[in-house]
Structure formats: structure tokens, C-alpha cells
């Protein structure tokens, strides 16, 4: 195999995610012939084909997955490239992207993130709440450095840094007729109430999924949404109740005046944890790998995790 033309690469990886030599050639403003006759020299040198050439677009061979992966390592050995080159260990420059469930994002911020911008302020932070599927395709496919996830399903690509206990629990308002029975709550208790729930897709919505599965009861939500706000209010203007994940949310105080937190009769509540993860492997920049240690050790619901 002779030495691989890094350009084409570039030209590689378009067709791939766009799926056409079309939508390659308009994201790069060049011809589709060129695209053609790059992809043609590439398999070339590689000595194998990349794509089947199909009527609808171009579908990517087991050796095209590979050399993607490949393009993924050389772009994040140049990210950490420039970031030394221009920075170093001083902090003085730099991007990290964050991504999160909705739920831990202001105590990131309070806890962590502002204290990070305050004594390193050119250092700049994209923090994202996401799904829970979007948020582990991000860190898959390195769009983002560091994800903390409620609950997120086992992955070999994926690296948990720091776990923390967050068992799912019942929220519901003072003086809820819940409040009055014994815990912890049964899940049929919980079924005779509206219900606001996360949609599957989130942390919280894949374990309602999962306790319904395991024993064999249908929620039936007064409420769907993404936001934890939201689920929140529901609640609080309500005779409703809803699931969080404790440690996770906002901790109590003014976001859950007036609420209640109660246990919930389940190995699956009690088992849930929060993640601080990345992806296996990967070299993270200095700014990143920084922040990742700041979170580690300075965000409390892993710092009391720690031993």
C-alpha cells in the first residue's frame, strides 16, 4: 500500500457523510468529477474499494469504516497538535465541548465550569444538553470531548472516568397523598396518578421503559417532554409526579420548593448511576483533558462518589 494522500481523505470523508459524490462536491464547492476521481485514486493507493457505487448513493465497505476510523485518529492527534503548539499546558487558548444531560447542566455550571472561566478565560466551553442517544453518538464519533450521562447504556468504545450512585426517585409536591404511604413507593401506586415523563430517548425516559418492561405495567403520561423544568412544574401545578434522578438535577433548594422526593420500591431506581465519560482512546487537548480532571474532582456528585 503505498503512503495515503491526506487530502483525499478529506474528500473520503465527505462522501461518507453525506452518502453521495453530489453532496460531497457541494459541501466542498467543487466538481463531482473531481470527488470521482479522488475517491478512484484513493482506492488506488489503498489497494481495496471504499464504496459500492449504488443508483441512490454511495454505500461504504467494511474497509471504508476502517479508514474512517483512521481519519477520526488523525484529526484528533492535529486537534491536539495545534492546541500544544499554541497553548501548551498555559491554558491560554483552547475549545472543550461538553455534552450533558439536562439535568446537570446548572450545577456544572455553578460548581465547576464558572471557577474554569473565571481563572481561564480564553479558554472557551460549548456545553450542550442533549439526549441521551445524541449525547453518546457525539462522544462516538468525537464532535464532543466529555459527556455526563444519567444511566447510559454499557458501550466498549466508551470510557466511564467517574461513576456516581443516582438512584431514579418519585418527585411529587408537599402534601401529595403519596407522601402519606409508606416507603419506598410501589410502581402501582405511582400508575394511579398523572405521570410527566423524559421520552425515551433520555436517561430517564429509557428506565421508565425498563420498569415497565420488568414488571409488566404500561405508563400512561399525562405529560411527554425534554425538559426537566418542565417535568418539574407539571408537578408542582399538579396532582402529578414524575421520575429524577437524584444527584443529577438541580440539587434542592429553589428548584424544588414546594417538592418532595420519594423512594421508589425498584432494584432499577436504586441502580442507576450518573457517568463522567469519553471515548476509549482518545487523546483528549490540553484544555479538555484539564477540564475533564476539573469535573472529576471538583463536581460534587463524583467527588462524594470517590473513595
Not at 470523508?13 to 470521482?36: C, F, K, Q, W
Not at 482506492?43 to 474512517?68: I, K, N, S, Y
Amino acid at each position: 500500500m503505498r503512503e495515503i494522500n491526506h487530502r483525499r481523505l478529506r474528500y473520503f470523508h465527505e462522501v461518507l457523510v453525506r452518502g453521495t459524490i453530489r453532496g460531497a462536491a457541494d459541501e466542498l464547492n467543487t466538481a463531482p468529477s473531481v470527488i470521482a476521481r479522488q475517491i478512484a485514486l484513493l482506492e488506488e493507493e489503498l489497494g481495496f474499494a471504499l464504496f459500492e457505487r449504488q443508483p441512490r448513493g454511495m454505500l461504504p465497505t467494511e474497509g471504508a469504516r476502517h479508514l474512517q476510523d483512521y481519519w477520526k485518529a488523525c484529526q484528533a492527534q492535529q486537534e491536539l497538535l495545534v492546541e500544544r503548539l499554541s497553548a501548551e499546558t498555559s491554558m491560554e487558548a483552547g475549545s472543550v465541548r461538553i455534552v450533558a444531560s439536562e439535568g446537570v447542566v446548572e450545577s456544572l455550571l455553578a460548581q465547576v465550569l464558572g471557577p474554569f472561566f473565571n481563572a481561564h478565560p480564553k479558554v472557551s466551553i460549548e456545553l450542550d444538553a442533549l439526549p441521551m442517544t445524541e449525547l453518546l453518538e457525539s462522544i462516538l464519533e468525537d464532535s464532543a470531548h466529555i459527556a455526563i450521562a444519567y444511566n447510559p447504556p454499557a458501550e466498549a468504545a466508551l470510557d466511564f472516568v467517574a461513576s456516581a450512585p443516582a438512584p431514579a426517585k418519585l418527585l411529587v409536591r408537599e402534601g401529595h397523598p403519596l407522601t402519606q404511604l409508606p416507603q419506598p413507593i410501589s410502581l402501582r401506586d405511582i400508575t394511579a396518578f398523572p405521570l410527566a415523563l423524559m421520552p425515551p430517548m433520555y436517561g430517564l425516559g429509557r428506565l421508565a421503559e425498563s420498569l415497565e418492561y420488568a414488571e409488566q405495567v404500561k405508563f400512561k403520561p399525562a405529560l411527554r417532554s425534554n425538559s426537566t423544568a418542565a417535568c418539574r412544574q407539571f408537578v408542582r401545578s399538579t396532582n402529578g409526579v414524575t421520575f429524577v434522578g437524584t444527584g443529577v438535577a438541580a440539587p434542592f433548594g429553589e428548584f424544588h420548593a414546594g417538592l418532595v422526593e420519594l423512594d421508589v420500591d425498584h432494584a432499577l431506581c436504586g441502580s442507576a448511576q450518573a457517568r463522567l465519560i469519553v471515548r476509549k482512546g482518545r487523546m483528549l487537548p490540553p484544555a479538555a483533558a484539564r477540564v475533564l480532571t476539573e469535573i472529576e474532582q471538583g463536581f460534587s456528585m463524583f467527588n462524594r462518589a470517590a473513595p
